[in-house]
Structures are given as structure tokens and as C-alpha cells.
């Protein structure tokens, strides 16, 4: 709560025409006094000599107050009046003319070193912190001059604020409905710059919106005379440029830097960490060329396979006399499903992949007793080479895809595992044919896009040997219905 006192005093001007005397006429019912903390005095009367205050503390007068000086001819002096409007503010003063010419030469005088401190002090004081001299001989000898100059600049802004969320919801506990976080950033954009003397100089750049580091700088530099043999040393950011193409420089080095002159051999020294790496693009009729390794097992991984063992032990016996390619079968249909990670549902049926189906005895992988293989007379793939097919397609309850766990799980025991001898798969998709290509003389399938580590890759294919038809798997129109696996 504030308090605000006012004080009044009443003044009566006598404008009676009858009266010949002007004069102010006082309420002097006004006894109260205030004291001030900082209390001054007041002119009795206007004393033109006397030294006035120029302290800013001290209020001057107001504009409707104005001073004039008249010359008397009369009595040959000068009349310095202060009037509000018309009316008299203090008693005028009379001054002879050698006082009125020492009043107009101090004066002068006074304004014209008045004016010459107010352009020194803008030449010279530029920054925030003025500049410091240090006497002493030494210390120009040292630094070149007696001057300690640093000029900060920049900005930096700061932003707090508290994020209150609250949600009513009925299954969160009421610790948890409402949570307060307190918000802080800051962005400062620094730059210092300082000097002592005439040969050292600081720079110091900081940004925390610097996209690089590099860009925020920090360099301490000193530069000696022509007649010197120091001539430079450098700490913080440094630069070493070679004018040689054999040996290139370096831009980005943050160390010591020093230039040493002997006579005319000139030795510069950079002890530095390189905080920056060196690119070479090679741009050729327009495109741009860039060298790189691949491993040969790491090309192409995960597109090209064998439907079967078969086909792959004899890939070179069939190749063996080209360019004929003497194979005695030949694939005339086939389907290629993958795991659906592409939601899309066009061509999509719930499938159970075999590792060992129609593989004969050398190349079965599971050592299991579920797997024997029916004849040895069988070698070339079909779902007759081993017991598998029959196996699985006897027990209907395997059509529904949520019962294949439950029933194949018991198989464990004879080390027929899922993951390693199967996989089943849920709504998997089709491969449309251009997504890619098959040899149906060597018995390879070649995707367009590489299979992903959790990707499961599964395959049903017809064709021919020595005119017998083979199948292995079931394909999606041997009349399942789109339910059962």
C-alpha cells in the first residue's frame, strides 16, 4: 500500500483596477514542514555569479522559465532577468561590462572543454568495459602499447517456463492425472574481442546454434615486430596452409601455432589435434565416380537361391558344356511366397514351410526318425522322395494355421524343431512375377529386392524330367480352400 501527500499553498494575485501596487499575497496557514532525505536550498534571489549545480541530482528549471539579459545605456550596464511569461521569477541583477565580458569568456571557456570531453569519451570508450592503460615502460616495451581493449558483443536469451498437463482419465491413479514439467532453454550468440597492446589479440566466438563445432572459435594470438624473431603465435583455433599441391594443409586444427624468423630462413610449427576429415569427390562428364569395396560374399546376399540341394549338386555338371546347357529337366511352374510385411492382401494365404520336404537321404538336415526317406531309387526332388509330405498332409487338424504349434510341438522329441525344420506364416504374399526371376534349366529362383533377416522365404514349383512330371509343395489352386493352410 502507498501513500501519496499532497501539500497546498494559495496565491492571490490583486488585479483590482483600483489598485495601483502589484504584488503576491501568501496563505501563511501552511505550518507543516517535510523533511527530505536529500534536502537542498533554494536562491533567495537571483545571484547570477553564483556557481550553479551540474550535478544531475539536481533538477533544472523548467522551460517556461526564461533568462534575458538588456543593456542600459543609461547607466551603462547589463540587466539579467528571470521571468515566467511576464511576471518577474527572481530579483534582476545588474553587471558592469568588464564583469558581463569575464562572464561571457568563462562560459565559453567552460563549454568548449565541455565539448571536448563529450567527443574523447565517444572515441573512446565503444565498448561495455572502457579501455584500461598501464603506465610503466616495460610493459610498452613488451606488448607494443600500454592499451588493454576488450569489446563483448552478442546476445544471450533464456526461456523458462512450467508445462502443466492434466487428463482425467478414471484409469490412471491421481499422482499420475496431472504432471508438471519445467521448460529451460537458452540461445546464446557470443563473440569477444580483446587486445593488449599492439601485438597480443584475443577472439573468442560461441553459438549454441553452431551447426558445426568448428564454428565456435577460440584463438590467442600474439605478432611481433618486423624486426623480431618471433613473429607469430597462435593457440586455440589454427590454420596450417601449404602452397604445394604434394602436401596439402589443414583448416581445422585446434594447438599452438608459431612463426620463427632467423635471419631468412623462416620456420613455422603447428602442434595441433585435427578436428575435421578430408573428402575427395571425383566428378567425370558430369556424374560423380566414388571408389569403394564389396566383399564377394556380401553382394547381392539374400536374392539368389536353390529350390533344392538337387539343383545345386548339379549346377556344374550340367554347365560343363557350354554354351550348351545340358540339363535334363525343365521347370514349367512355381510359386514364391514371402512373410507380408507390405499389408498388402490381394495374393495373401497362411502357409507351412518346410525345411526338408522333398529332399533325399544326403541332404536332409534334421537327424530325425520323422523324416526317412521312402525309396533310395528317388533322388530327384518331389514330395514322394521322403516321408515328410505324407506325414503332414494325414493329420487334417494341420490346415488350421492355429493348431500347427500345438501339434507339431510333441515332434520335438525327435528333433523336429520350428524355426529350424519349420516355419508357419500367417497371411503370407505371393510374389507377382515381375518381382522375380527363375532358370528353369538350373533350377534357381532370383529376387528383385534382398530378403530381410526375419523374412521367410517359401517355394512350390512343377517340372519335368526325362518326361515325368514332379511336384514339390501345393500350390494355392490344387482346390485348398482359402482358410486351411
Known amino acids: 500500500m502507498s501513500w501519496i501527500v499532497f501539500v497546498r499553498a494559495n496565491f492571490y494575485y490583486n488585479n483590482h483596477p483600483t489598485l495601483s501596487n502589484q504584488s503576491f499575497i501568501a496563505d ?15 536562491q ?3 545571484e547570477f555569479f553564483e556557481e550553479k549545480k551540474t550535478s544531475p541530482l539536481f533538477l533544472g528549471n523548467p522551460d517556461n522559465i526564461t533568462e534575458s539579459v538588456e543593456y542600459d545605456p543609461e ?43 563529450k567527443g574523447d569519451a565517444g572515441n573512446v570508450q565503444t565498448g561495455l568495459f572502457p579501455s584500461l592503460r598501464l603506465g610503466g615502460e616495460t610493459f610498452d616495451k613488451i606488448f607494443g602499447s600500454n592499451v588493454i581493449d576488450i569489446v563483448p558483443m552478442g546476445s544471450a536469451e533464456l526461456i523458462f517456463g512450467v508445462n502443466i498437463n492434466e487428463v482425467d482419465n478414471p484409469i490412471l491413479s491421481e499422482n499420475l492425472k496431472k504432471t508438471t514439467t519445467f521448460d529451460f532453454q537458452e540461445k546464446i550468440t557470443m563473440e569477444v574481442k580483446g587486445s593488449v597492446g599492439d601485438k597480443i589479440k584475443l ?41 604445394g599441391s604434394l602436401i596439402t594443409g589443414s583448416q581445422s586444427l585446434f594447438g599452438v601455432k608459431t612463426e620463427l624468423q632467423f635471419g631468412n630462413l623462416t620456420v613455422t610449427g603447428v602442434f595441433s ?51 550348351v546347357v545340358m540339363s535334363p529337366y525343365n521347370i514349367t511352374r512355381i510359386e514364391v511366397w514371402v512373410t507380408n510385411k507390405q ?12 525345411l526338408d520336404l522333398a529332399e533325399n537321404r544326403e541332404n536332409i538336415f534334421a537327424s530325425s526318425s520323422i523324416i526317412n526317406p521312402i525309396t533310395a531309387v528317388i533322388q530327384n526332388p518331389s514330395n514322394g522322395t521322403n516321408e515328410l509330405y505324407n506325414k503332414i498332409t494325414a493329420i487334417e487338424a494341420l490346415r488350421d494355421i492355429n493348431q500347427i504349434q500345438n501339434i507339431l510341438r510333441p515332434w520335438s522329441v525327435n528333433n523336429f524343431q520350428s524355426g529350424q525344420d519349420y516355419e508357419k506364416i500367417e497371411n503370407a504374399r505371393m510374389l507377382k512375377p515381375n518381382e522375380y526371376t527363375f532358370n528353369d534349366k538350373l533350377g534357381f529362383i532370383s529376387l528383385n529386392v534382398a530378403l530381410n533377416s526375419d523374412e521367410v522365404l517359401a517355394v512350390a514349383y512343377e517340372y519335368f524330367y526325362n518326361g515325368d512330371r514332379f511336384q514339390v509343395g501345393e500350390f494355392s489352386t490344387d482346390g485348398i480352400s482359402g482358410e486351411n493352410v
Open 203 to 243: 577472439g573468442i566466438r560461441y553459438d549454441t546454434e553452431a551447426t558445426f563445432d568448428f564454428e565456435n572459435q577460440t584463438k590467442l594470438e600474439y605478432v611481433g615486430k618486423e624486426d623480431e624473431i618471433i613473429k607469430r603465435i597462435e593457440a586455440g583455433n589454427v590454420t596450417l596452409p601449404l602452397p
Open 28 to 42: 501563511t496557514n501552511i505550518t507543516d514542514t517535510v523533511d527530505l532525505q536529500f534536502p537542498f536550498n533554494d
Open 343 to 354: 499389408s498388402n492382401f490381394e495374393e495373401n494365404r497362411n502357409i507351412l514351410a518346410l
Open 273 to 323: 589435434q585435427q578436428k575435421g576429415e578430408t573428402k575427395v569427390i571425383n566428378v567425370k562428364g558430369g556424374a560423380q565416380s566414388q571408389t569403394f569395396e564389396v566383399r564377394a560374399d556380401e553382394y547381392e546376399a539374400n536374392k539368389h537361391f536353390f529350390l533344392s540341394h538337387y539343383f545345386k549338386d548339379n549346377y556344374d555338371k550340367i554347365l560343363a558344356n557350354l554354351p
Open 75 to 117: 547607466t551603462n550596464t547589463y540587466v539579467v532577468t528571470q521571468k515566467v511569461g511576464s511576471f518577474d521569477y527572481r530579483s534582476s541583477t545588474r553587471m558592469t561590462a568588464e564583469e558581463y565580458q569575464s562572464y561571457q569568456f568563462e562560459q565559453s571557456v567552460r563549454d568548449y572543454w565541455r565539448q571536448r570531453s
Open 44 to 46: 533567495d534571489e537571483y
